[in-house]
């Protein structure tokens, strides 16, 4: 009985599907090993081209299942086969770790300056009115709020918000303040003005006085001096 063709193809691709390469452009890290030798072939007779440490990142090109190695690039541009084992398609736990370290570390900075900008806008609002002070409380609960960065990155955002807001509310209390202080300033000088009215008619009053008493007194002597 012949053989079909297709069986031929089929029987065929079969014995090609150990050599076959792996999804190409997939990305891989080298594992928990601390080092890794990355050789120019897929074999320990070849040479050693370069050393890859623990986290490094590779772009997967091809797998040679049957030799147990792995051709990869890494970022650096180094081309080469690793053993397939020594490599794994997730992020490393520490690498993860330091990244969010890093992250924490970002926030908790900008943390820092949040409460450097709370604290100056406390001084410069200082002691003054029943409205600064709900200013100062609603400061106090943002202030509240900042510790929460480190568990909600998302927090910072909404904390910037609010802070912009009380800028606006604390900068609408300085106006008015200046406002009633300008008024201030203007009643004091009507007042004083009219003190200087009632004095400058007091003395007006007094010289007046000075004029028709002595005139007074001088008919009435003259009169008595006639008996």
């Known amino acids: 009985m012949k053989e079909h063709p297709v069986r031929k193809l089929i029987l065929a691709a079969c014995l090609l599907i150990p050599f076959a390469s792996a999804t190409a452009d997939e990305t891989a890290y080298v594992s928990d090993k601390l080092e890794a030798q990355l050789r120019s072939g897929p074999s320990l007779q070849n040479k050693i081209v370069r050393v890859l440490h623990s986290g490094v990142k590779l772009t997967v090109l091809e797998e040679d299942k049957e030799a147990g190695y792995t051709h990869v690039v890494s970022e650096s541009g180094a081309d080469g086969w690793i053993l ?30 949040l409460h450097a900008e709370l604290d100056s806008l406390k001084k410069q ?3 003054t009115n029943n409205a600064k002070e709900e200013a100062i409380a609603q400061m106090q609960r943002l202030n509240n709020e900042t510790a929460q960065i480190r568990q909600a990155s998302a927090g910072s955002v909404a ?6 807001q009380l800028l606006e509310k604390t900068a609408a209390l300085e106006n008015e303040l200046e406002n009633l202080r300008r008024e201030k ?15 400058a008619g007091v003395l007006l009053g007094g010289i007046l006085l000075g004029f028709i008493l002595p005139k007074l007194s001088g008919g009435r002597r003259r009169g008595w001096d006639s008996f």
């Open 159 to 164: 904390l910037l918000e609010e802070r912009n």
């Open 185 to 199: 300033e203007t009643l004091a000088e009507k007042d004083s003005q009219d003190w200087f009215m009632k004095g």
């Open 84 to 113: 397939t084992r020594h490599i794994t398609s997730q992020p490393l736990a520490r690498a993860q770790l330091q990244d969010t370290t890093q992250k924490l570390d970002s926030l908790t900075q900008e943390n820092k300056q």
């Open 125 to 127: 609002i200082g002691d």
